[in-house]
DNA sequence: TCTGTCGTAACAATTAACGTTGCGACTGCC
DNA sequence: GGCAGTCGCAACGTTAATTGTTACGACAGA
């Protein structure tokens, strides 16, 4: 699990867009952000692509082009920004059929998807408490 | 995230050595084990290895071997396979450092660290509430 | 028209999981 | 004592997802 820091990623660059547009700024660019993460430009702008899918950013073309924030901070949970960024499900089933004419192997998908199911779905709601603006705060909180 | 089937694959193995067990067998062989996941011997040794080093199965060698449960499936739940075959934290950090130079890159990965721990901390809780007795009551349940 | 940035495709690099083969080690049974 | 069946484990190939990189057209303000 976890070769996955695309939700990380996310997080860092609404919170990058969010404190840059509060310090007067406009819009925010992929390069920008990607300084700061550390990574490429390229993939800063496909995850924002998908948040912007999502709904929770904007991008202008052109001249003074860039990024900025669709809604406040406040209004955005971690939970919006793993529907938009993590395509799957958290545990995934076989990958090929288990053997049917046993009865583990028959019955075995549907007990785990009904556990696992549960289980995200909490995890949903743990996800669901904390907003954007909660993670800001948790950055500028850091001890320097 | 969720290439990642080890968790339902050794909920299969435990749930089909448990059965096999309650029906008057002393052991089960990995090869019985991946005819029944699909999958090669190999793999099953390799996860029924952790559990075995986690204390919740044991293998016996030589003719006749195979493996046996090392406690009963009531007492074993699903967190204590989880942390046997699930390596790493459930959300990854970004793989090189974030510019520190920048107050988001700076503060971002203590913020998303406590974060996470609490989201894992939940994910284990519900983890815990399932043994691996009532995977095997769901297995058995599931219409044929 | 020029310039800066997005949008996107294409491909390489990296990583983890999974699959397969091979072979030595072990032990009950003949 | 030898045989047969299975584990233990190393080695390597295969597959898939993410990430990194390069390239280039599209767009829009100056």
């Known amino acids: 699990m976890s070769a996955n820091s695309r939700l990380t990623i996310a997080a860092h660059a609404l919170a990058w867009i969010g404190l840059y547009q509060r ?3 406009e819009v925010a660019t992929s390069e920008q ?9 390229v993939v800063i702008r ?11 950013v904007e991008s ?8 900025s924030l669709a809604r406040e901070l406040e209004s955005m949970t ?6 938009a960024v993590e395509p799957g499900p958290l545990f995934a089933m076989h990958r090929t059929t288990p053997d049917q004419e046993c009865v583990v192997g028959h019955g075995i998908q549907p ?12 995890l949903r709601q743990e ?11 948790d950055v500028l909180a850091a001890p320097r």
């Open 33 to 41: 952000i990607a300084t700061s993460a550390n990574t490429n430009p």
């Open 46 to 56: 496909r995850l924002l692509g998908e948040l912007r899918r999502a709904g929770l």
């Open 78 to 83: 971690l939970l919006d920004v793993y529907e």
């Open 111 to 122: 007990a785990m998807q009904g556990i696992y199911e549960g289980i995200e779905e909490t």
């Open 127 to 137: 996800l669901a408490r904390v907003t954007l603006e909660n993670v800001l705060r």
């Open 23 to 25: 310090q007067g700024h």
């Open 60 to 67: 202008r073309r052109g001249a003074g082009a860039g990024w």
